[in-house]
């Protein structure tokens, strides 16, 4: 078998992709951040699906905090091709209980829209909330940006929009070109000159705060794909977080969790 990243032949990089069978009750996960996602939206049904652009999934989820405060952006995962925004309400209860506002955005997935696309709707949904989300208590100069899996490529992505002030990016990708030589890109369509444009380690650093944190039980590309990111920002401001005991799932229950160590950090990034 012929080598193609990083020593690895097209077999061996599918399966140091594929989170879903190196979690063997991923299914029993995502099943249930579904079920808590509906209570938490049950719970807060006043501004749902707010429509930022002119495609179906161009939707935003806001949860208010109690009171007037900064805001968190969340981005889903699902390789950009799956997965959907009403997955992961679950996640506002922690950012709630400490007074961070939360939206949860939605985006077009791959091959619909290109992956560049989608990087250009995740903009469009933080320049949509910059404008209006302080008529819902959003303190518009602390917003800060978070993403898991894809959607950490997408947060660090957009980590420079106008009205970003830093960014949480959770068991992301950051170099894109073992996605390319995957099966993963059969429907990105990725080619070179697109991963050194969308990789954010082949883009200009941005110099605005980012944690980029990961599971020590992750897909060791995983935390090398984080830990190769952090060096490249080395001297930047931010922080290299390694979660005890967390996989590429269970990591989103420290933030969901009011007293989790991600959404302390949430919490610190948005001055809180």
Wanted: charged share 20%.
């Amino acid at each position: 078998m012929t080598a193609m990243y990083n020593g690895m032949p097209r077999e061996e990089l599918d399966v140091a992709y594929d989170n879903c069978a190196a979690v063997l009750n991923s299914a029993v996960l995502m099943a249930e951040f579904n079920e808590r996602s509906a209570k938490l939206r049950a719970a807060y049904p006043q501004y749902l699906d707010l429509r930022y652009g002119p495609a179906s999934r161009n939707r935003i989820d806001y949860f208010p905090a109690a009171r007037p405060g900064p805001l968190m952006v969340f981005i889903h995962g699902g390789y950009w091709q799956s997965g959907s925004k009403d997955s992961f309400s679950f996640l506002a209860a922690g950012p709630l209980a400490h007074g961070l506002h939360v939206a949860v955005v939605g985006y077009t997935l791959a091959p619909e829209q290109s992956l560049g696309g989608i990087v250009g709707e995740i903009r469009s949904a933080i320049g949509w909330l910059t404008r209006h989300a302080s008529q819902w208590g959003t303190d518009p100069d602390r917003l800060i940006v978070c993403g898991w899996s894809a959607g950490a490529h997408l947060a660090a992505m957009v980590l420079d929009e106008p009205g970003v002030s830093a960014g949480l990016a959770i068991s992301g990708i950051y170099d894109l070109e073992p996605i390319r030589l995957s099966h993963l890109n059969e429907r990105l369509c990725l080619c070179p000159p697109d991963v050194q444009r969308l990789s954010p380690l082949h883009r200009p650093l941005s110099r605005r705060e980012l944690i980029l944190a990961y599971g020590a039980a992750e897909l060791p590309e995983f935390q090398r794909q984080a830990e190769t990111f952090a060096a490249a920002r080395a001297g930047l401001p931010g922080e290299l977080l390694r979660v005890a005991d967390r996989n590429h799932f269970t990591i989103l229950n420290d933030l969901a969790s009011p007293d989790g160590i991600l959404v302390q950090r949430a919490c610190k990034l948005a001055g809180l």
